[in-house]
């Protein structure tokens, strides 16, 4: 059973920056992706980024150029940095992995808080 340990977040003005971090953990398979989600009142979940093992790497058209995916298979780690933030970033940002057997199978952080706000 893979675990996902979140950090980061909180609260940023606009214009500013901040950094999630999601650990892996548990895997005894090789973590095919991970990734970021994020939920807003109201709004459907969406899929902010996420890197493949490989290291291709897509990104929700709203964050490109002001957000970076990046990873760290030896530590099984993603981390996100977010600049340049707006309001409309505002979120519970999930990190999500993927493991590929057999089977297709799809963990999820907790989540952790992001707001924006002047």
């Known amino acids: 059973q893979v675990q996902l340990l979140e950090s980061g977040g909180g609260l940023a003005r606009p214009g500013g920056s901040l950094s999630l971090s999601c650990t892996a953990t548990g895997s005894t398979d090789p973590i095919y992706s991970l990734g970021w989600y994020r939920q807003a009142p109201g709004k459907k979940r969406e899929l902010v980024a996420h890197i493949t093992s490989g290291f291709s790497i897509n990104y929700l058209d709203e964050v490109k150029g002001r957000f970076t995916i990046r990873r760290d298979n030896a530590k099984n780690t993603v981390y996100l940095q977010m600049n340049d933030l707006r309001s409309d970033d505002t979120a519970v940002y999930y990190c999500?992995?993927?493991?590929?057997?057999?089977?297709?199978?799809?963990?999820w952080g907790q989540g952790t808080q992001v707001t924006v706000s002047s």
């Open positions: 999500t992995a993927v493991v590929i057997t057999k089977y297709r199978d799809e963990y």
